[in-house]
């Protein structure tokens, strides 16, 4: 089967949202563990206050376009203006500003007292409409109405309203959407809902003039109580378990699950300086072993931190013109940061990550916002051992405490990744070399 409706999220990901404190790390930042580490990964944005709510829509749709098609439950008969085409880069930055970090720290001579590297340093990157009456009649004897149609950008978009799953399902697949066999228990549950449906196809020849060789994300805005993101079609015959990175802009604070568990991944764990060259490796076992941990029911917190600055960044802060087009329509403009770049207010930006599969995640993923805004990051530390030959009782004494530390990091390296302890303890050997032998008591009495 090829890669469903809304391969661009194999979750088909319908719409969302209808009815601490601070410490300095003052790390080196290193490197970033990026969502493309993970296969069948999708990605969505949500902005939302007040119910009014933005949702943006990675296309990850690989292979011709002739075969991508979206279909997304939403709770409302959408305008055209409500939809709108993202940019990529956009999305892309929020990922790797927000994406589990690796940071690095250089013990000092213990010898001297005074400490080397505390300025933090930052990576700154730097569906043609139907017309012949017979097709309308057909439409009617299946229960589908198209409530309204757009060509947006690339897109041709209807809003499809039904009266049953069966007709619909019928209507979907006849008109070129491939959706999974036996979608109609999902899609009758969202139309007990009385939602309606979005559903996308490229417009070849509005791609050909815009001369675009990718997919542009989709963003529609609505408004609504509820707060929820519908994942269940993705699973229906879907090969395997799903990846899902979503990333909440609100105001008051973080996001969490109310019906599955908010897990807060591991951090702040020093780990071997080794795995410095194998971060990626190390991330996406990491991730697996919690989700094992939480009988593959849990949904984990990444990043959880106000716009306005990050320690240590892994991308500079989004601007106020990029988190305006992500839909943060209640931001201030009033503060400065940096050289010209507007400062973020009151936005707050979580990340959670899971892994679904129909099994485990049996129900749709619903949200709430909270009031807590103390910062979370999934970051793990290398610290970088001295090497010196100086020789004083403090180096003896950490000498002696490095042999500890290093066997801790190895032991904590295997805990978080399934890593065999062996393996582990033979690469640090390898890469940090033989450790200095302190000098014998009466070495250090005679000799100088």
């Given at each position: 089967m090829k890669r469903i409706v809304a391969t661009t999220f194999t979750l088909l990901i319908g719409l969302l949202a209808w009815n601490g404190d601070a410490s300095a790390f003052c790390g080196f930042y290193v490197a970033k563990a990026d969502t493309k580490l993970f296969n069948k990964a999708s990605e969505v944005t949500i902005a939302r206050h007040d119910n009014k709510t933005v949702i943006t829509m990675a296309n990850d749709f690989k292979g011709d376009v002739k075969e991508f098609a979206m279909v997304v439950p939403v709770p409302t008969i959408l305008e055209k203006d409500q939809i709108h085409i993202g940019e990529a880069a956009v999305l892309k930055h929020l990922a790797d500003y927000s994406a589990p970090r690796l940071v690095e720290y250089f013990d000092e001579n213990p010898c001297r007292r005074y400490e080397l590297f505390q300025d933090k340093m930052g990576a700154l990157?730097?569906?043609?409409?139907?017309?012949?009456?017979l097709k309308r009649e057909r439409d009617r004897a299946l229960g589908v109405t198209i409530e309204a149609q757009y060509t947006v950008g690339e897109y041709d978009i209807l809003i499809l309203s039904a009266r049953e799953s069966n007709g619909l399902e019928t209507w979907l697949s006849e008109n070129g959407y491939k959706i999974p066999n036996g979608a109609s228990a999902v899609l009758q549950s969202y139309l007990k809902q009385h939602m309606n449906f979005f559903v996308a196809k490229i417009n070849l020849g509005e791609q050909a003039k815009l001369g675009l060789s990718h997919l542009r994300p989709l963003q529609i805005a609505f408004e609504?109580?509820?707060?929820?993101?519908?994942?269940r079609l993705g699973t229906v015959n879907a090969d395997g378990a799903q990846e899902l990175f979503i990333y909440f802009l609100t105001k008051q604070g973080r996001v969490e699950t109310t019906n599955y568990r908010t897990i807060r991944l591991p951090e702040a764990q020093e780990i071997p300086v080794y795995v410095k060259d194998r971060f990626g490796?190390?991330?996406?076992d990491l991730f697996t072993q919690q989700v094992k941990r939480e009988s593959e029911r849990g949904v984990f917190l990444e990043y959880a931190w106000d716009m306005n600055w990050c320690d240590p960044c892994a991308a500079n802060p989004l601007s106020t013109e990029e988190l305006r087009s992500l839909g943060v329509f209640w931001q201030e403009t009033n503060g400065r940061i940096g050289k010209g770049m507007p400062m973020a207010q009151n936005v707050f930006?979580?990340?959670?990550?899971?892994?679904?599969?129909?099994?485990?995640?049996?129900?749709?993923?619903?949200?709430?916002?909270?009031t807590d805004r103390s910062n979370f990051q999934a970051r793990y530390i290398l610290r970088h051992p001295w090497n010196g030959t100086d020789d004083c009782p403090a180096a003896t004494a950490y000498r002696q405490q490095l042999r500890e530390r290093q066997e801790k990091e190895a032991?904590?390296?295997?805990?978080?990744?399934?890593?065999q302890i062996s393996?582990?303890?033979k690469a640090m050997q390898l890469a940090s070399g033989p450790l200095i032998e302190p000098k014998k008591w009466y070495e250090r009495l005679w000799n100088n």
């Open positions: 990157k730097n569906m043609a409409p139907a017309s012949a009456e609504s109580p509820k707060f929820m993101l519908p994942i490796d190390f991330y996406r930006l979580t990340r959670l990550h899971v892994r679904y599969d129909a099994a485990h995640f049996p129900e749709d993923l619903v949200f709430q916002e909270t032991q904590t390296l295997a805990n978080l990744t399934g890593w393996e582990i303890r």
